[in-house]
């Protein structure tokens, strides 16, 4: 079973430009949430995603950042007009769909991330 | 979700275990204790979690305290890959707080 696939893994970008970051959730998963962690620091959520619905984006930035899972195909993270200060390492996770015999344990799996980089 | 805090930074030696402690002490009923750790900057690996029970799996054992404020994770055999910055995390449902962790080094 395949984990959490982020594309790309690096991916550059100068100031102004779109930045694209791709998650493909686990086999059987419906919830992907996105996390950024800038240099040295942890992890921050930003959003979280079932198909087709987002269900809590409290940790996004109010402006540039944008996120979608749709019914078909990954789910995207999109930074339009990209500063510096953007530069950070973006994990996505996934879990499986929520299964009230296990309660509302919802453990998340991550991706190995994608370091984005603004010059 | 419930704050935790943990020890900045723990050394342990090749081959004994390591014991991570976290205290979680408004964690409320229906919140879950996990455990993650991140080796360099991959992206976090899942170790284990619990609710009230003890639990162990083939990465690491997890204590719980009765009364829940507190949880110790136990890695058995500490090998020199298990340097890395391990998390403790109160969360119920979705909502994972990711405080600074602790960073483990192992040595040799």
């Known amino acids: 079973n395949a984990g959490v696939m982020q594309n790309p893994r690096h991916l550059v970008r100068r100031r102004g430009q779109e930045a694209r970051l791709r998650c493909s959730p686990m086999?059987?998963?419906?919830?992907v949430y996105w996390y950024r962690q800038l240099p040295e620091e942890g992890l921050k959520f930003m959003v979280y995603?079932?198909?087709?619905?987002?269900?809590?984006e409290s940790g996004m930035p109010k402006e540039r950042f944008s996120a979608e899972f749709p019914k078909e195909g990954p789910s995207i993270l999109r930074i339009q007009q990209v500063v510096r200060g953007d530069s950070a390492a973006y994990f996505c996770?996934?879990?499986?769909?929520?299964?009230?015999?296990?309660?509302?344990?919802?453990?998340?799996?991550f991706g190995p991330g994608t370091r984005l980089l603004v010059l | 979700d419930a704050k935790t805090t943990q020890p900045t930074s723990m050394d342990c030696a090749e081959g004994r275990a390591a014991n991570l402690p976290c205290n979680h002490s408004?964690?409320?009923?229906?919140?879950?204790v996990y455990w993650y750790r991140q080796i360099h900057s991959q992206g976090p690996q899942y170790i284990i979690h619990?609710?009230?029970n003890n639990e162990t799996n083939e990465m690491a054992s997890l204590i719980i305290t009765e009364d829940r404020k507190s949880s110790t994770l136990i890695l058995p055999h500490a090998t020199l890959r298990d340097t890395a910055v391990y998390y403790c995390?109160?969360?119920?449902?979705?909502?994972?707080?990711f405080g600074p962790g602790t960073r483990l080094s192992v040595l040799p």
């Open positions: 408004t964690i409320s009923g229906n919140e879950y």
């Open positions: 995390i109160a969360a119920y449902g979705q909502n994972f707080v």
């Open positions: 996770a996934s879990s499986p769909p929520i299964d009230l015999g296990r309660g509302l344990d919802e453990t998340q799996y």
């Open positions: 995603l079932q198909k087709e619905n987002i269900i809590d």
């Open positions: 619990g609710l009230k």
């Open positions: 086999k059987g998963h419906s919830h």
